[in-house]
């Protein structure tokens, strides 16, 4: 998942959200006329000559194609744009972290929306550091283990 735009959206991110996707269509009709502008100037060229036509087809790799996916969050709607390919992954964040966030409210309904989801980033932050913590501890119980299973075989080896 990926939202490809760049600081200025994030930094307009504090208006109004209306104006976020009114700036984020703007950006995505202007980034869509710089990549057909080149591309009509080379099929203006490759008509020319239809054999250096055909080996660029063979050369040039498809670019993502990006979609503006609407999901909602506690019942306020924000417009993503995401990879197609990518759609299955961000609805099912979406899904997570909705049910999370209304989790939040149940239990703080007086909370914005905003603080709500601060406090849902937070958290979900905290989640994420405490399975990295146990990973990490696992690594290290696999390496003690593994480390104690070879002085086994080693004193086996030693005694035989």
């Known amino acids: 998942m990926t939202d490809n735009h760049n600081k200025t959206t994030e930094k307009q991110s504090q208006t109004s959200p209306v104006?976020?996707?009114?700036?984020?269509?703007?950006?995505?009709?202007?980034?869509?006329?710089?990549?057909?502008?080149p591309q009509a100037q080379s099929t203006a060229?490759?008509?020319?000559?239809?054999?250096?036509?055909?080996?660029?087809?063979?050369?040039?790799?498809?670019?993502?194609?990006?979609?503006?996916?609407?999901?909602?969050?506690a019942g306020v709607t924000y417009p993503i744009y995401c990879p197609v390919h990518e759609q299955e992954e961000l609805r099912s964040a979406v899904s997570y972290i909705n049910d999370y966030a209304l989790n939040l409210k149940r239990d703080a309904p007086s909370l914005s929306q905003e603080s709500l989801l601060v406090l849902c980033c937070l958290d979900l932050y905290e989640k994420i550091q405490t399975h990295e913590r146990n990973e990490e501890d696992r690594g290290q119980q696999d390496k003690q283990s593994v480390a104690l299973l070879n002085k086994v075989i080693q004193d086996a080896h030693s005694i035989l």
């Open 19 to 37: 104006k976020n996707a009114q700036v984020e269509t703007n950006q995505v009709k202007n980034s869509q006329a710089q990549k057909t502008e």
């Open 45 to 73: 060229s490759n008509n020319a000559n239809t054999q250096s036509s055909a080996a660029t087809k063979v050369h040039s790799a498809p670019e993502p194609q990006i979609k503006k996916v609407d999901i909602a969050i």
